[in-house]
């Protein structure tokens, strides 16, 4: 299966970069680029791709604006939010919004084309993706209104106790190591809590819990 790819940055030669490494993978393929982000609203509406690299920092429409009008409008694409520095303020609003991780652009060329397949395949970016620092912002964000509390009520001990693991970092075969079962089992459970509390992915799984409280970031 081949992995379509659209390409979001206001920098040329970061374009270029990019499509040149996900060029040498075969099972990757780019199908557009953009310059700003009313642009890559469009590619990504023309082309559907699989998974959407962008820049956050453009001109006109930017990363955060254009990231949320894909995610709605085009439900196939998933977004991996490129960064010139991993404290970027904007990259905890990217994830909230629904983006699937984050990246820096001195990423290696195995990192970005692991990444952009594990996106695809329905993963996310969370370690080491998100670095402790980012983690650490959603500590200090305001709570989450009584709502988002009363959802995490409905879980099961079982269901928080993986909850929790998932917002460390943990995969799913460390979860399965450390509560003695299956790799499937806990991918079933992750599935189930995903739809459960109305979320896109392990990336927003993990902002929920941190947002919430359940997860502090001296656990990691």
Do not use: W
């Not at 820049?55 to 010139?84: H, Q, W, Y």
């Amino acid at each position: 299966m081949t992995v379509t790819v659209l390409i979001a940055d206001d920098q040329a030669l970061v374009r270029a970069g990019f499509r040149t490494l996900l060029g040498r993978a075969p099972d990757i393929t780019v199908v557009g680029e953009a310059a700003t982000g009313d642009e890559a609203v469009r590619q990504a509406r023309a082309h559907r791709p699989d998974v959407a690299l962008m820049d956050i920092r453009m001109p006109g429409l930017d990363g955060l604006a254009a990231t949320e009008r894909i995610l709605r409008e085009v439900p196939g694409c998933r977004v991996i939010v490129v960064t010139t520095f991993d404290t970027d303020e904007h990259v905890f609003e990217a994830l909230r919004l629904g983006a699937s991780g984050f990246l820096t652009k001195d990423v290696r060329a195995d990192e970005l084309r692991g990444a952009v397949r594990s996106v695809a395949a329905g993963g996310a970016l969370l370690s080491p993706g998100v670095t402790r620092r980012v983690i650490e912002q959603f500590a200090h964000r305001p709570p989450r209104a009584h709502d988002a509390e009363a959802r995490l009520s409905g879980l099961t001990p079982r269901e928080h106790e993986i909850l929790k693991l998932v917002a460390a970092g943990h995969s799913n075969g460390d979860i399965a190591r450390r509560l003695f079962i299956s790799p499937h089992t806990v991918k079933t459970h992750v599935t189930h809590l995903i739809n459960k509390l109305g979320l896109r992915d392990r990336t927003q799984l993990a902002i929920l819990a941190y947002e919430t409280d359940l997860v502090r970031p001296s656990d990691r």
